[in-house]
Structure formats: structure tokens, C-alpha cells
């Protein structure tokens, strides 16, 4: 079997792959419903996962093989449960209505990916897909090679020693490249809907969005980092003893304050993290592609400015500490409202307890 005109063939499917790729983040910034960007998306990845047959590379036994297996693979991870029974559907008729000698492992090898694709979003849940994990994908993708062994045994040898080593590299190059481009987009798709949103009016008093807004683009925001699987984190921020501040001082002085700390708070989180006011003096955090430790992390160097930084008033420092709830929701598994309200009884545990303190919802 010519080598180079197999490569040729994986590699003419493999820019069919790209262009599937490519408009993921497309579908998914489209004003849809979560079953309809599924659907989608959906329709992408059966697209990238039957293209590339159409240049199919065949063995002298009559057997096909091409790269679209890496769609069924990463379907699991970048799309959900019906993205993946979609798309492993379509590659099976795709198969079948190709034809060919090799139709059984054809069907074999997809059920195979299948399996693989449960797995890989089991290891990857909540966490940002490396590009040793996409090497994986492709080496767990060429796992399907197997099915050739439907056939004879002589067979079935004879061609994994003409594709395997091609089929392989393909793979990996493909899972590599088409992986790299969905966590790319699925990355920046969260964020990219918070700065596109209307943000409408802000709070007066902190210059932070207001509360309307955070009802509005909260869930929003969370859904959209629940579809995409990436984890996000949320955070109540209240200052402490901020009726002895007003007592003291007067509302004008409170409302500085308020306005100091939510300045403090601002400038230690990214652009595209969602602060908010959230009533009184509380501010409420959204942290997408957040997870646990790291949005702990972020609440301490919060509390740590906020200390540092003491609050001047006419010439006079007044030293300001915060107490923060946190919570970060199991992927897909909680809604935004009963989220928040962890972190809220977070915060009130913290409240509790003392001043300056940290509590991470149980």
C-alpha cells in the first residue's frame, strides 16, 4: 500500500475535520436554548465525524479507516450525553451507507470510541484538556484499530501492519489539531458572552454591576460554562463591621468605603470575571473556568488586598476587612440560584465566626 497517498487521504479528511472545528464556537455563541446549541453542536461533530470519510484511506483487504472517530471521542467532553449519541449514530449510518468490506468494524470501532468518550470526560471533568491529553484521544481513538479482528486473523494482521502506524500518527495529529481548536474556542466562549451581554445600569454606590444585571447574566454566564464543561465558582464578598463604620463615620463615609473595597475587589479579579453588587454591602463574584483551589486562592488574595490597602478618609486610614462564602458547583449538577445559596450560607457561617474570615460551603 502506497504510504504517501494514504497520508494524502487523512489528511484531506483532516481539513474537513478543521472546518467542523472551526464553527464550534459559532454554534455555540448562537441565541439559543441549552437542547437547541446541543443539537447544533451536535451536527458538527456528525459532520466532522463523517466527512472526513469521504476520503477514506482503504487496505488491501478492502477495509477503510479515517480520522472522524476523533469526533465521537471528544463529542462526550465538548458537547454532552447528546452530542456524543448523535454523533456516534451518525457515524454508524455513515458506515453503513458507505459500505464497503469493512462495515462491521466500521460499527465496531465507533461503539468503541464510544466507550472511550465516557471515559476521557470522566478524567477531564472540570478541568482544562492538555495537549498531552489530546495525544491520549488519539491513541485511545486508535484503540477502535481492534475491530479489524472481526475478520481472519491473517487478514486482519496484514492490515494493521499496511494502516496502523499511519492511522495512529493521524490520529494524534487530528485529536491534537481538532482538540487544541475546541478548547480554544470553548474557553473563551463564557467570557466572550460576558463582555458581548448589555450590561444596562450599574450601582450607584460601588460602580459595580447592579443587581438586576447579576439576576440577568449570572444564570447565563453558569449555563454557559456548564454546557461548555468547564467549572465555575462563585462568591459572596461582605464587609466586616460596616455598621460601626457608618455609626462612626456617616453614611457618605460608608458608601466611599463601600465604593474602596469594591475598587480593591475589582482590580484583583480578571475582565472577564462577573463582580456585582449584591445589596447592602455585599459583592458577588462569578468565576468562570474557576475551579475549587483556585478560587480559594483568589478569595485570600482578596482578603489580603482588602486588608493592605486600608480605607483613607479626609487623611484618616480606616482599616476594612472582608469576610467571603464560596462555592464552586458540581459541573452540571447544580443551578445557579441553589449554588448561590451555598455561597450565601458560606458567608454567613463566616459572618459568624469572626471577622476576616473564609468559609468554603459544605
Not at 4 to 24: D, N, P, R, T
Not at 53 to 78: C, E, K, P, Q, R
Not at 111 to 133: D, E, N, P, T, Y
Not at 248 to 265: D, F, K, M, T, Y
Amino acid at each position: 500500500m502506497d504510504m504517501a497517498a494514504l497520508a494524502s487521504e487523512f489528511l484531506q479528511g483532516l481539513g474537513i475535520a478543521v472546518i467542523a472545528a472551526l464553527l464550534y464556537e459559532r454554534a455555540a455563541r448562537l441565541a439559543l436554548t441549552s437542547l437547541q446549541r446541543s443539537l447544533l453542536v451536535s451536527a458538527l461533530f456528525s459532520v466532522g465525524s463523517i466527512g472526513p470519510a469521504l476520503f477514506t484511506a482503504h487496505a488491501s483487504s478492502g477495509l477503510s479507516f479515517d480520522i472522524g472517530n476523533v469526533f465521537v471521542v471528544l463529542a462526550m467532553t465538548y458537547g454532552g450525553w447528546i452530542t456524543l449519541a448523535i454523533t456516534s449514530a451518525v457515524a454508524i449510518l455513515g458506515r453503513i451507507w458507505l459500505g464497503g468490506a469493512g462495515v462491521a468494524s466500521g460499527i465496531v470501532a465507533v461503539l468503541i470510541c464510544s466507550l472511550v468518550s465516557l471515559a476521557f470526560a470522566q478524567m477531564v471533568k472540570g478541568r482544562r484538556v492538555s495537549m498531552v491529553a489530546l495525544a491520549g484521544v488519539g491513541l485511545l481513538t486508535s484503540v477502535s484499530l481492534i475491530s479489524v479482528f472481526l475478520m481472519p486473523w491473517e487478514t486482519a494482521m496484514r492490515t494493521l501492519g499496511e494502516v496502523a502506524p499511519v492511522a495512529i500518527v493521524a490520529n494524534v495529529i487530528a485529536a491534537i489539531v481538532i482538540g487544541r481548536i475546541l478548547e480554544l474556542q470553548r474557553s473563551h466562549f463564557g467570557p466572550r458572552r460576558l463582555k458581548e451581554a448589555p450590561m444596562g445600569t450599574t450601582d450607584t454606590a460601588t460602580g459595580l454591576l447592579n443587581r438586576r444585571v447579576f439576576d440577568k447574566l449570572g444564570p447565563e454566564l453558569a449555563a454557559a460554562m456548564n454546557w461548555a464543561g468547564q467549572p465555575y465558582s462563585m462568591a459572596l464578598i461582605d464587609i466586616d463591621e460596616f455598621d460601626q463604620v457608618l455609626e462612626e463615620h456617616g453614611h457618605a463615609a460608608g458608601e466611599q468605603a463601600l465604593r474602596h473595597v469594591a475598587s480593591v475587589v475589582q482590580s484583583a479579579v480578571r475582565q472577564t470575571d462577573m463582580v456585582a453588587s449584591f445589596g447592602g454591602q455585599a459583592i458577588a463574584l462569578v468565576l468562570p473556568a474557576y475551579d475549587a483551589e483556585r478560587a480559594f486562592g483568589l478569595a485570600e488574595r482578596i482578603q489580603t488586598a482588602v486588608f493592605d490597602t486600608p480605607f483613607n478618609l479626609d487623611g484618616i486610614e480606616i482599616p476594612l476587612t472582608v469576610s467571603v462564602g464560596l462555592h464552586t458547583p458540581l459541573p452540571r449538577k447544580e443551578s445557579f440560584w441553589i449554588a448561590l445559596g451555598q455561597a450565601d450560607t458560606a458567608l454567613n457561617r463566616a459572618k459568624s465566626t469572626g471577622r476576616n474570615r473564609l468559609e468554603v460551603a459544605i
